[in-house]
């Protein structure tokens, strides 16, 4: 029998060719949990040639050895892939491609003999000069990476086809509102075109993320649903269990909105809101997701008051373990306006979300971890079951696509109570990832790690499209810092203030208990 020559192209196909990973930032803590860890699973997955090679650019004095230890330490604790008895060999070809290079990120000079090793370990390698530099970095200090990056030649200009090819990964967070996107896109263009640039969101690496796309482009049977005509509203969440750990000056700065809000929940936004793209290639899909961010209906004073809440939790206890309340967090203001709540309602004009309102809520020290989006679809035209139906609490039906944890789709439905009864109760339909496919999802740094290298920039975010989400959050931020008010308070362990509780209710709705 002949092979398949669809299934010949794609195994070819998504082996990248051989190329030098360079992370800038490579003693932090995602280098060591993330980066190598997904690396090496790829490795293992036979995903990646075996002249691959990962060179870590940091200040502190470790060199090749030292470098080489503490990944081995961050594979064995972190990779989904571990090394095991019978694997030492892996493990042996792996780390002899990982090197390091001490550097400071403002020092030219740092980026001459950056060059010159590169230059030496490719020779030794076998690797045509293809780079992917990585900025692993707290994000002021990408500007002067780029920089510097630019003026020691080390950046080859040109999109997926350009041989050898330089493509440049950039760590979240893209800029901090409107102003500082722009300026930070500028200053990535004067370097790279738009087409080398991979702006990590690892949301995007999940596959369940990815699965919104299957589920709503690879079937015939949802999509016609999939609109104004036949849903009534939807819920998207993003809850964490636990606090800021200890994050105060981070956090401080950035509150809820922008560490969770502006980037991972807005591409589920995209992912659930937009129109089928012409292919899945890079640009159709990006031009669909840009499309909705677009359509985001820009909120007035007035909707801004009525439609947004923010809120922080005080004191209390999340899954029977005490929190303390955010103001008491080591560097956190004692009267601290921070949110760690955010609850918004808003509008999609666009011809398929015409009068369906989306309501959205993303917060910390909440009873559970938890993200997901859900359709919640109009009830019934006629209640041909009644007052029986109503009685034991007939619902409208929901999709819900759970992101994470305990990854799957369930689609909850009325049915008749058994016995000689018209009541009907509502039951669900489930798809769950772990018992479907019984292998686990390979992490997302693995999956964003492996596009970039083979040029697919499909899951990473355009430049445009960032600012475009900027441009709706920072009207947000704005009102917020211009009305002065206070925030609403909560519990830790519950969910959320009250007037988020009012923000659906007033509409007849309520949010949904995960
Ligand atoms: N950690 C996570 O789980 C996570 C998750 C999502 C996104 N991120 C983002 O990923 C980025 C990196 O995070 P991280 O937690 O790994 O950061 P980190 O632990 O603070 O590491 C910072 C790294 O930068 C290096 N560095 C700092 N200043 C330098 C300089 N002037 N010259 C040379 N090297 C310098 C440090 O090297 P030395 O210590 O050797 O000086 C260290 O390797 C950040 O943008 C963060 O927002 C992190």
């Known amino acids: 029998m002949s092979e398949n020559p669809l299934r010949v192209g794609l195994v070819e196909e998504r082996i990248p060719e051989p190329c030098t990973v360079v992370i800038f930032g490579a003693s932090g803590d995602l280098t060591k949990r993330k980066l190598v860890p997904a690396l090496y699973s790829l490795a293992r997955e036979r995903l990646v040639p075996p002249g691959l090679t990962v060179l870590g650019f940091a200040r502190r004095p470790i060199g090749d050895d030292g470098f080489r230890a503490a990944m081995r330490e961050g594979v064995e604790k972190f990779a989904r892939r571990r090394p095991v008895a019978g694997d030492e060999a892996l493990w042996a070809s792996f780390a002899q491609g990982i090197f390091y290079h001490q550097g400071t990120f403002d020092d030219p000079e740092s980026y001459r003999a950056l060059a010159a090793r590169l230059a030496e370990i490719d020779a030794a390698r076998g690797v045509p000069g293809n780079r992917v530099f990585y900025l692993s970095t707290p994000p002021g200090d990408f500007p002067v990476i780029l920089r510097n990056l630019g003026a020691a030649g080390l950046v080859v200009r040109g999109g997926a086809g350009t041989r050898p090819f330089t493509r440049i990964i950039v760590e979240k967070p893209f800029g901090t509102d409107l102003e500082s996107a722009r300026v930070l896109n500028r200053q990535v263009l004067e370097v790279a075109d738009e087409r080398q640039i991979y702006r990590i969101d690892h949301y995007l690496g999940k596959e369940t993320v990815q699965n919104l796309m299957a589920f709503r482009f690879a079937n015939a049977i949802f999509e016609p649903l999939w609109n104004n005509r036949f849903v009534d509203h939807v819920q998207i969440t993003g809850a964490e269990a636990i606090g800021i750990e200890g994050r105060g000056d981070y956090f401080e700065s950035a509150g809820i909105l922008r560490d969770m809000v502006q980037n991972h929940l807005m591409q589920i936004v995209s992912l659930t809101a937009m129109e089928t793209p012409v292919t899945m290639g890079a640009n159709d899909l990006r031009d669909e997701k840009v499309k909705v961010v677009k359509a985001l209906r820009v909120m007035d004073d007035a909707a ?129 990832y772990g018992t479907s496919f019984g292998t686990e999802p390979p992490e997302a740094y693995e999956r964003l790690l492996l596009d970039c290298m083979l040029g697919d920039a499909s899951l990473f975010t355009r430049g445009d499209e960032v600012e475009a989400s900027w441009t709706w959050i920072s009207k947000i931020h704005q009102r917020w810092r211009a009305a002065g008010t206070d925030v609403a308070r909560y519990e830790a362990g519950t969910w959320g203030p009250a007037e988020a509780e009012a923000l659906l209710l007033r509409d007849g709705r309520s949010w949904r208990r995960p």
């Open 304 to 432: 801004l008051e009525r439609d947004v809440v923010r809120g922080q939790y005080t004191a209390g206890s999340v899954g029977g373990k005490a929190l303390g309340g955010y103001r008491n967090e080591p560097k956190v203001a004692p009267d601290s306006k921070t949110e760690t709540y955010v609850a918004l309602k808003f509008w999609i004009d666009s011809w398929r979300w015409a009068g369906v309102p989306f309501y959205l809520r993303s917060a910390k020290a909440m009873p559970k971890k938890v993200t997901e989006v859900a359709l919640v679809f109009k009830e019934a035209p006629l209640r041909l079951f009644g007052a029986a139906a109503a009685a034991v609490g007939s619902r409208a039906n929901v999709l819900a696509i759970r992101i994470q944890p305990d990854e799957g789709i369930s689609l909850n439905f009325g049915s008749k109570l058994p016995g000689p009864t018209t009541a009907i109760h509502p039951v669900n339909m489930e798809f769950r």
